[in-house]
């Protein structure tokens, strides 16, 4: 059975940091990331990374966020700094296996205060 599950999230002031993780269990996972979806609005990409090849970021997060993955614990993990108010939302920790099958995690929520 296929388990993400995350932690890291939390309430932080603007221009902060936050780590979040997401220890992934249950297979082997090709591309793993982070989603998020504020209030309001639709789910959306913050940033992938497969276990070889290209990272990819949002545009509004780039230069600030920092995805990372450990493949021997099935772990990715997602370094912010310099949190914005329009950060906060619900993260979700994603993964494909090599299947193109999708898993997510429950989420976690970082408020990110002005």
């Known amino acids: 059975q296929v388990q993400l599950v995350e932690s890291g999230g939390g309430l932080v002031q603007a221009g902060g940091s936050l780590r979040l993780s997401c220890v992934a269990s249950g297979s082997m996972f090709s591309m793993m990331g982070w989603y998020r979806q504020a209030p309001g609005k639709q789910r959306e990409l913050v940033a992938r990374?497969?276990?070889?090849?290209?990272?990819n970021y949002a545009d509004s997060v780039k230069g600030r966020f920092t995805i990372s993955r450990d493949n021997a614990m099935n772990t990715v993990y997602l370094q912010m700094n310099s949190l914005k108010p329009e950060d906060t939302a619900v993260y979700y920790c994603?993964?494909?296996?090599?299947?193109?099958?999708?898993?997510w995690g429950k989420g976690t929520l970082v408020t990110v205060s002005s």
């Open positions: 990374i497969p276990s070889g090849g290209n990272i």
């Open positions: 994603y993964a494909q296996t090599r299947t193109l099958v999708n898993y």
